[in-house]
């Protein structure tokens, strides 16, 4: 019996380029530093001019080669920041003319806890969150929730908002907004961050371009627990928007 002839489909592929799977990928067990580089690879050219709005201790330009870019570097810290980082900036507030950067990098605490023990055994960040007294909301300007200024989980997400609404004023068109960010469970509640700040994000004229997830390659501190409900999280995301 003659064998039956196979028809193959033809590929839609492009036969031009060289095949390689030295691609940069979305998941990594690896620190920020060693991801950040990628993200720049993949979206930002050379020469463009970004900034890095709560730039802390510098990290994520540890393996950067600074001079491929025009580079801003601010913090709302008035001190104990690296040379070249300019204190008491908010990133709800920036001294940046409208559409003025191609780039923008935002990095806040992800949790807030003002003394309260709403996330017990997680470090307290509320030292920079000082800002919220500044009497602004997302909420408040939206003319919700006039009488409170948020806190915990609430208080995160209002400063991703604010900041974002002040990114997508500095950015110019097609500005990429890279935002780094993670879940938490609050109260007893699982807070998917990242997808809550995509969700607001859309509504400002954002679109989402790549998440990439960061696992730690430590294991996180234990805290102490009579029952575990939810996992312990050992990922945190580096999301890439565009301005349209
Ligand atoms: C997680 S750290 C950032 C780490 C940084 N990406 C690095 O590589 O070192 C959070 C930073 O956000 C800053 N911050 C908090 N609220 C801010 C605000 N409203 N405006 C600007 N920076 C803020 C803090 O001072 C802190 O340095």
Redesign the pocket.
């Known amino acids: 019996m003659s064998k039956p002839t196979i028809k193959h489909k033809k590929s839609e592929r492009i036969n031009t380029g060289e095949s390689t799977n030295a691609l940069i990928h979305s998941a990594h067990v690896a620190t920020?530093d060693e991801v950040f580089p990628m993200i720049l690879d993949l979206f930002v050219p050379t020469s463009s001019k970004v900034a890095?709005?709560?730039?802390?201790?510098?990290?994520?330009?540890k393996k950067v080669n600074k001079e491929d870019y025009d580079l801003f570097f601010?913090?709302?810290?008035t001190k104990g920041l690296p040379e070249g980082c300019v204190p008491g900036?908010?990133?709800?507030s920036l001294p940046y003319e409208d559409e003025s950067f191609d780039a923008l990098v935002f990095?806040?605490?992800?949790m807030h806890t003002p003394g309260g023990t709403a996330h017990n055994g997680h470090q307290n960040f509320e030292q920079?969150?000082a800002?919220n007294g500044n009497g602004q909301s997302v909420n408040r300007e939206k003319g919700k929730d006039s009488t409170e200024l948020p806190k915990y989980h609430e208080a995160v997400l209002d400063?991703y908002y604010r900041?974002a609404l002040e990114a997508y004023r500095v950015l110019k068109k097609n500005g990429i907004y890279i935002v780094?960010c993670q879940d938490e469970v609050c109260s007893n509640k699982q807070r998917l961050t990242h997808l809550e700040i995509t969700i607001e994000l859309q509504n400002y004229g954002f679109i989402t371009e790549d998440l990439f997830v960061v696992v730690r390659k430590n294991k996180p501190g234990v805290s102490r627990m009579k029952k575990q409900y939810h996992a312990r999280k050992n990922h945190s995301y580096f999301m890439i928007y565009r301005k349209l």
């Open positions: 920020n890095d709005v709560t730039y802390g201790k510098g990290v994520f330009w601010s913090d709302i810290k900036i908010d990133s709800t990095d806040p605490p992800y920079y969150y800002n400063l900041s780094k």
